[in-house]
């Protein structure tokens, strides 16, 4: 039986999570809101740390207004898990926050994670075009 090298390992997202109000607040205000069937999110760069490499990481948010809190635990645990399994589409340099709404309880896992993977290939592509943008500013000598 041949299996990959990593099978048996699980991939984390250790570090990689928003927990600071000031990350949240930051990204909420150098980002645009955009919307898909389940959920909206946002994306926006991090900002520059001198000498550290820019890793993605990803803010969950789950306000009351999903329900109780064991329903907003298991929307959370289940959007963890299909962040998990598709880390590798995290656009690195990025932070990425998903507001879930209430349909996303009772939604189909699998429904749920191609959602997942579709938001992050467009937020790959839209971290695509501000790194091209941001590239051109510097050329051109504007800040």
């Given at each position: 039986m041949n299996l990959p090298e990593n099978a048996g390992r699980r991939q984390t997202l250790k570090?990689?999570?928003?927990?600071k109000h000031s990350d949240f607040q930051r990204a909420y205000a150098a980002a645009r809101k955009r919307q898909s069937a389940s959920m909206s999110w946002f994306l926006a760069a991090q900002p520059q740390a001198v000498g550290a490499a820019a890793a993605s990481?990803?803010?969950?948010?789950?306000?009351?207004?999903?329900?109780?809190?064991?329903?907003?635990?298991?929307?959370?645990?289940?959007?963890?898990?299909?962040?998990?399994?598709?880390?590798d589409l995290l656009p690195r340099g990025f932070d990425l926050?998903?507001?879930?709404?209430r349909a996303v309880l009772?939604?189909?896992?699998?429904?749920?994670?191609?959602?997942?993977?579709?938001?992050?290939?467009?937020?790959?592509t839209e971290a695509g075009r501000g790194a091209v943008r941001a590239e051109e500013k510097r050329l051109a000598g504007r800040p």
């Open positions: 570090g990689a999570r928003l927990r990481r990803f803010g969950l948010t789950a306000g009351k207004v999903l329900g109780k809190a064991h329903e907003r635990n298991r929307i959370k645990r289940r959007m963890r898990e299909a962040l998990r399994r598709h880390a926050i998903l507001h879930p709404r009772t939604l189909e896992f699998a429904k749920l994670e191609a959602e997942i993977v579709r938001i992050l290939e467009e937020a790959n």
